[in-house]
Nanobody, 124 residues
């Protein structure tokens, strides 16, 4: 059974930082691309960042470029999202997802497995 478990969410003031983690099990982690998505109440889930198989490439939404960094540790079967200079508009539930094809990409349909999400709240 494939399982993705996010952690690291919480409440932070604008301008602060958080690091999200997503631990994966039940899959050959190193061969999967991993993505981060977020969803605020009343909105559709949107792409945030992705990292390819073995971290050869990364891809970011324009809204987070220069502030967020996605990375992975294949030995720990974990993908991270370092979030700096947080803004109130970053408030959302953040989800990690796994793409078995291995390339970093934005479409939700490219991802085969999803985590349960972790809440990030940024206060002004």
């Amino acid at each position: 059974q494939v399982q993705l478990v996010e952690s690291g969410g919480g409440l932070v003031q604008a301008g602060g930082s958080l690091r999200l983690s997503c631990a994966a099990s039940g899959l050959t982690f190193s061969s999967y691309a991993m993505g981060w998505f977020r969803q605020a109440p009343g909105t559709e889930r949107e792409f945030v960042a992705a990292i390819s198989w073995r971290g050869r490439s990364t891809y970011y939404a324009d809204s987070v470029k220069g502030r967020f960094t996605v990375s992975r540790d294949d030995a720990k079967r974990t993908v991270y999202l370092q979030m700096n200079s947080l803004k109130p508009e970053d408030t959302a539930v953040y989800y990690c997802a796994a793409n078995r094809y291995g390339s970093s990409s934005a479409p939700l349909s490219d991802y085969n497995y999803w985590g349960q999400g972790t809440q990030v709240t940024v206060s002004s």
